[in-house]
């Protein structure tokens, strides 16, 4: 999905809806401070306003592996609560 072929193009819809849902505007303000791409072409990129470039996908890359991450704790909070709420179901 960050191959050479999609520069010039905006994101997929569905990364862009699943970065949006596991990233914050902080995530994509560190992400900004650790590559040098700014704030605002990232979160444009992330919008679907600008598109992938070979300069901003290394931005995009390190929001990807965020999301991820992120969404592996919700995952992993969220089988905690269903456990937590089952119990007080269950008396």
Do not use: C, H, W
């Not at 999609?6 to 809806?17: Q, R, T, V």
């Not at 914050?24 to 704030?39: C, E, H, M, P, R």
Request: avoid cysteine; charge should be positive.
């Amino acid at each position: 999905m960050l191959e050479e072929n999609n520069y010039g193009k905006p994101i997929s819809e569905k990364l862009s809806a699943i970065i949006r849902r596991n990233s914050t505007k902080d995530d994509l303000a560190n992400v900004a401070s650790i590559t040098g791409i700014s704030f605002s072409t990232i979160r444009d990129v992330v919008y679907r306003t600008n598109s992938l470039t070979k300069s901003n996908s290394k931005a995009i890359r390190s929001l990807i592996n965020i999301a991820f991450e992120n969404s592996l704790a919700r995952q992993l909070q969220a089988e905690g609560d269903k456990i937590f709420l089952n119990r007080i179901l269950r008396d």
